[in-house]
């Protein structure tokens, strides 16, 4: 949009208006005889001032017209910009209405996500309660079954050693028969019951020929008794036994000096 301007007057009128009072007052003194009065004066200063006057009156109009227009676009500009603060102040308050609506959804939001973790958290505990439990349950019931393995384990491994035990008997009172088919017979038969031992964990320990004491594996059929380390043997009163590695029994045997009937005989008797 252009920008409006003052009207402008046209000064040809004023300037004959202003020429016609200046000759009025040139004619005056031209036909002035005499003594230049009072009257002449005043006719003369009010020619000469209505001419300024005439030739000055178009630009203070033009002057008053700017002025107008001025203050007229001061006032538009005042206006517009009276305009522009009611459309910022309409733009804060709905920023702030916004603002509180999205406090009031903050909030909201807030005490949800309370409400939610509050959930979670019993939840999490229940759920961690219900664990505890749980493992309590299968802790006990394991331990349980590990009891009960543990004493079938006992049972069936003395079950075993006493097998073992007999069977060691039975084949020593049939070498000392003399009878050497028996004997073989009898030595296959415990062969193989240590190796069925043998699947299982349990080993049997005998002495090899020439082989002396040592008190880490032998033992006396005396508990009090103490030979010394490298003492000869000469019999064994029961085989030594280890399960898994670990050392159960030791092998009971018979040292020099010592009566092998007399020992087969309490070994029988206990």
């Known amino acids: 949009m252009s920008e409006s301007k003052a009207p402008k007057i046209p000064k040809w009128p004023f300037i004959v208006g202003d020429v016609v009072l200046l000759l009025t007052a040139v004619l005056l003194l031209n036909k002035i005889e005499g003594e230049f009065g009072m009257l002449e004066a005043f006719w003369c200063l009010a020619c000469v001032g209505g001419g300024a006057w005439i030739m000055a009156l178009p630009f203070l109009k033009e002057f008053q017209a700017q002025t107008e227009l001025t203050e007229v676009r001061e006032l538009a500009a005042s206006v517009d910009k009276v305009d522009s603060l009611e459309l910022l102040l309409k ?12 406090e009031d959804r903050a909030n909201e939001i807030n005490v949800t996500s309370k409400d939610i973790s509050d959930k979670i958290n019993a939840e999490a505990r229940e759920f961690s309660e219900f664990l505890q439990k749980a493992n309590d349950t299968e802790k006990n019931h394991l331990r ?6 543990g004493k079938a384990q006992n049972d069936w491994l003395q079950v075993l050693t006493a097998t073992l ?16 088919n028996l004997i073989k017979q009898l030595n296959a038969f415990q062969m193989a019951c240590r190796e069925v031992s043998r699947r ?14 040592d008190a880490n594996k032998h033992q006396v059929r005396d508990a009090k008794t103490k030979p010394e380390d490298g003492a000869n043997i000469v019999g064994i009163v029961a085989q030594g036994l280890s399960f898994q590695g ?7 045997v018979v040292l020099d000096g010592e009566d092998i009937e007399d020992a087969s005989k309490a070994k029988k008797k206990e």
């Open 165 to 180: 035990d007999h069977v060691f008997a039975l084949t020593q009172a049939g070498r000392q028969s003399g009878q050497e």
């Open 144 to 149: 349980l079954e590990v009891e009960k393995l």
């Open 200 to 213: 299982v964990g349990l080993v049997v320990h005998e002495i090899k020929p020439d082989e002396v004491f």
């Open 246 to 252: 670990r050392l159960i029994r030791k092998t009971v």
């Open 91 to 102: 733009r804060v308050e709905n920023a702030t209405e916004q603002w509180l609506h999205v």
